[in-house]
């Protein structure tokens, strides 16, 4: 089974060599074909699970507590300016 | 030599003034020196930063304070936070990154007096059974380097089984703790989902991943993880279950203890050696005293499936933010969408790009009811067989792997057959328990066989007390891969 890669490929926002495509398209569809294999079970009344603990919303106070500053959550960004990241120009 | 010993064999040198941590932690920067240019376990060392922690547990010591790890080197995968030291996950996204914090687990190890140190090698973001998919190259099977060590946490049992840290710490997502401790012979614990906090471990799979330790022993694996486990208000996932003295539980003492067999895991592919080497464990076991009998986990064979729908989904989700905006290695585009696509394109691993991709279809519209939604409600069949099989033993064994360490570059073409190797680990992520893999034989060419046993969530005591009644009776965990 070859996958369509091509939708998954831009909402993944992963830029592929054409080598790379033609590796992948017929793993990824070798993959799906063996998760087909969910469909033998007839789940319609099963509750899905997300999480495998009991635990439901934490909350805490909403107050303020110490955090990051700003020049350590900078330091690693590839580049900034004025205290903020910069990214290429999305307006014209 | 004292990088030999065990955390309670040096904790004892260390309390009647034989030995110095910083000899201590010399020791284990000798032997790395001296053996990782051939094992890889380990991406970087920061040596002057380890012995300075060394001299200061020293200091701490010489002033009468003692703590349950003081002085005690520990190194740890490259996927948790250490305030100051570089963070790559294995990939070579995260460019230069420097971490601005420590992991809470890391805080914890410090309140504990332990010396931390290390980057240790693993498969890239965690993905992969291998180690193979590094972008620091493989890590390599102490006993046999040329074979895999196992993933991801290769490095971790790496080190520990060859014996360049006295403990290490990894994750495990869907076995990458016990499937590398069981093909290297060393103790590869995975706590229940909740035990351990993941604030500072960088996420893979956030509903399955988990922080535990590798040890050369089970009273070490209780030692590190009553450091590591407990509550914490930065991961809202913690469970405040209180957590109990996990050195209590080991007596020794398995009489009456019921051990479940899985019907289902007698499958086809299962490696002679391996099943006899784990038949004898079980044996063992039952002549200390313990029950077995068979039980049935019916879905077995859907939690591969399953497995990898959600833990790509939820990949595809968390490994958005490597987008070159805010940590890590950019390559420019004309506009932001196009920075991102070339920026991933070339930090990213192939594998990480094969399952970002998969989780990405899977979540996307269209495809979400049919695949991920679908595999939710699997997971809680596969879950509701653990907690019904759970009514009837204490306990679950099997083989941790279906087959010892294989060949670098032996699956690397075909990651569903890599991936089908997970088969015995996985469902215990899915389902939020506990695991433990210890060795329990080699095969016929030396390589380790590690046994598995599961328990129910927040079940580590009995996993611990069974795995160290196991240890007692057999000496698998003290044979040693030569390296001279």
Redesign the interface.
Known sequence: ME?D?S???K???????PE?EQ??AP??G???Q??E???E?D?SD????????P?S??M?EDEPRES?SQE??L?????TANGL?V????VE | MAHFLTIHQLLEQLRAGELSSREATQACLDRVEKVDDRLNAFISVDAADALAQADAADQSRAAGEDLPMLGVPVAVKDVLAVKDQPLNCASKILGEFNSPYDATVIQKLRAAGAVVFGRLNMDEFAMGSSNENSAFGPARNPWNTDCIPGGSSGGSAVAVAADECIASLGSDTGGSIRQPAALCGCVGLKPTYGRVSRYGLVAFASSLDQVGPFTKDVRDAATLLQVIAGSDDRDSTNVPEPVPDYSAALSGEVKGLRIGLPREYQVQGMDPEVKAATDAAVKQLESLGAEVKEISLPHTEYAIATYYIIATAEASANLARFEGVRYGARLDGADPEEMNRKTRGAGFGEEVKRRIILGTYVLSSGYYDAYYLRAQKVRTLIRQDFLKAFEEVDLIASPTTPTPAFKIGEKVGDPLQMYLSDIYTISCNLAGLCGISVPCGFSEAGLPIGLQLLGKPFGEPDLLRAAHAYEQATDWHTHRPNLD
Do not use: D, G
């Open positions: 996958m890669l939708r998954a490929v909402l993944a926002r992963i830029e592929l060599t790379e590796r992948l793993q990824l070798e993959v799906l063996y998760v294999k969910l469909n079970l789940v099963v509750e899905p699970t997300a999480h495998a603990t635990l919303n934490v805490r990051l350590e959550a330091r690693n960004a590839p580049k990241f990214v290429p120009k999305i």
